[in-house]
């Protein structure tokens, strides 16, 4: 589903964020990101994203060479990942309902189909009541879960979490866990980092850890 | 089909909706699109309606021939008798110098000055119509009539139109220098409008490019507003326009009507007001589109 190939990248200014990176995830599969701050992970999942291009490796997600896509071909490839942001990139300027229909308006959907599903991807994360208010009064957490909601509500195939539980307590991040866990069920690929201990010891499956750039053995 | 008619639909109210939060500045900037563009269009509304005043007096040429004054009557019958029987006349009348100076004094209310006069001034005169509309043969037709005994002055009235008509080629010349002048501005004013929604939107573009938005898709919502935007001015200007030269009109019938005429300034027909309106659409989408090139690829998701 998803195959790093020795990446490397090397921002300007000559920071190198990754180092030599390989590594392959099966269609399916649940993969915990882990790492201290500044080890890389949200690098990693924006060359996923095509958000960053690699200075030298190869990128393939879906059957797809990301790290030379044509910038035209770019945003099909965006539609089939849910992308879950350390700083959520809500706009609130519209309600918490009209956020998680954008990804529908843009893909074109017909309008009475999305607004179905908006509303079953706000259930999903338990925020259909407050699908009507502005998402500035929600809570961190609600507005991680807002993020979710969004990010799942075109069915994508793969899902990317920056730090879905960074800034939230305890409980809030065991419950995201659990919505996360739920997709797994489903079949959906997903990617999640953390450099939350807590969340790392409840979490069963593979773990890719990342130190200074380089993926630990 | 369908969802591509739905989609283009929910952009236009999108872009209705935006003009509406701003309402303020969204009039100004439609007003000031709209008097940029009725400058030369209502000039050039105004030129063409002189225009075709003059084509028409071109039209029916005229040639008043204005007799001696020491010419006696048997000369005024033979010049008279001659000119009917010219080859190249349609119609003589005859305005004797009694008469001329009557008409004179009811028509420019002069006539305390004409009264103090000891004598006429005014000659015995020839008004013909020629046959020909050629304005080189009817230039020769003067010669011809200039050189005739006991003619002093020969004038051909098409000559004036002629004159007119050089006048306003130049003047047309003009107000197609001010609308492409004009035209610029209003390019001008769009760039700058939409520049400054890209900016404010900048949070909602940047997301739309992380889910999959398509540059079409973003860009699409800009060149809405920028066509409309045009579009709004372009009609402020028909507006304008039509009801400048209505009020104008009023005037002058006032004015025509004292020398006899029923001269008339056309309002903007089908024809010139769609080219107004379509240009005025088309210069606002180009504003917008190269706005949005300019500035939509500085927006990258980091």
Redesign the interface.
Known sequence: MIQFSQICKRYPGGYEALKNVSFEIAEGEMIFLTGHSGAGKSTLLKLIAAIERPSSGSIVVKGQNVSSIQSGALPYLRRNLGLIFQDHKILFDRSVFDNVMLPLRICGFDHRESAKRVQAALDKVGLLKRQKNNPIGLSGGEQQRLCIARAIVNRPSILLADEPTGNLDKDYASDIMGIFKSFHQVGVTLLISSHDENVLRQFKGRVLALKNGELCP | M???L??HT?VLLFTLRRFLTTPLSSLLNILVIGIALSLPAGMYLMLKSVQSLAEQAVGTPQISIFLSMDASNDEVAHIGKQLKQHASINQVKFVPRDQALEQLKQTTGLADVIGGLAQNPLPDAYVTYPKISDAQALEGLRDEFKKWPKIEYVQLDSAWARKLGAMLKFGLLAVLILAVLLSFALIAITFNTIRLQILTQR??I?????????NA?IRRPFLYFGLLQGLLGGATAWFIITISLRLLNNSLSELTHLYASSFTLHLPSIGDSSILLLLSAYLGWLGAWLSVAQHLWQIE??
């Open positions: 369908k969802n591509w739905v989609s929910h949070e909602e940047e997301v739309s490019k992380l889910i999959g938005a398509t898709f998701p980091r």
